[in-house]
């Protein structure tokens, strides 16, 4: 297998896994669990790591002179890395509301 689809592959599954967790913390949130919730928050935020790291990897291969072609699949990647990112940010407003509510 190609080295970058390789990477995209792990940034696709890393931030997926990411977006679920957040996902999942926000239902926690809303029926009241919010110890679930920040777990949930914090397991999405590793995974999320896992696949901005893979990404930065390629950001410095090619910021070494190695360029990286653009590619659907690592566009898809980057698109997914970026989706994940707007939904922690959104999770993270939509459990303090949730919280706020609770009090």
Same mark, same amino acid.
């Given at each position: 297998?190609d080295e970058l689809v390789r990477?995209?592959?792990?940034?696709?599954?890393?931030?997926?896994?990411?977006?679920?967790?957040?996902?999942?913390?926000?239902?926690?949130?809303?029926? *009241?669990?919010?110890?679930? /919730?920040?777990? $949930? =928050?914090?397991?999405?935020? @590793?995974?999320? #790591?896992?696949?901005?790291?893979?990404?930065?990897?390629?950001?410095?291969?090619?910021? *070494?002179?190695?360029?990286? /072609?653009?590619? $659907? =699949?690592?566009?898809?990647? @980057?698109?997914? #890395?970026?989706?994940?990112?707007?939904?922690?940010?959104?999770?993270?407003?939509?459990?303090?509301?949730?919280?706020?509510?609770?009090?």
């Amino acid at each position: 297998m190609d080295e970058l689809v390789r990477i995209s592959f792990q940034i696709i599954a890393a931030v997926g896994g990411a977006r679920s967790s957040y996902v999942e913390a926000v239902g926690a949130a809303k029926e *009241g669990d919010f110890d679930r /919730a920040d777990e $949930l =928050m914090k397991r999405g935020e @590793e995974s999320f #790591l896992a696949g901005h790291d893979a990404h930065t990897s390629l950001i410095q291969r090619e910021a *070494g002179g190695d360029p990286v /072609a653009m590619t $659907l =699949m690592i566009t898809h990647a @980057e698109d997914q #890395l970026m989706a994940a990112e707007t939904f922690k940010i959104v999770a993270i407003e939509l459990i303090d509301v949730y919280r706020r509510l609770a009090q």
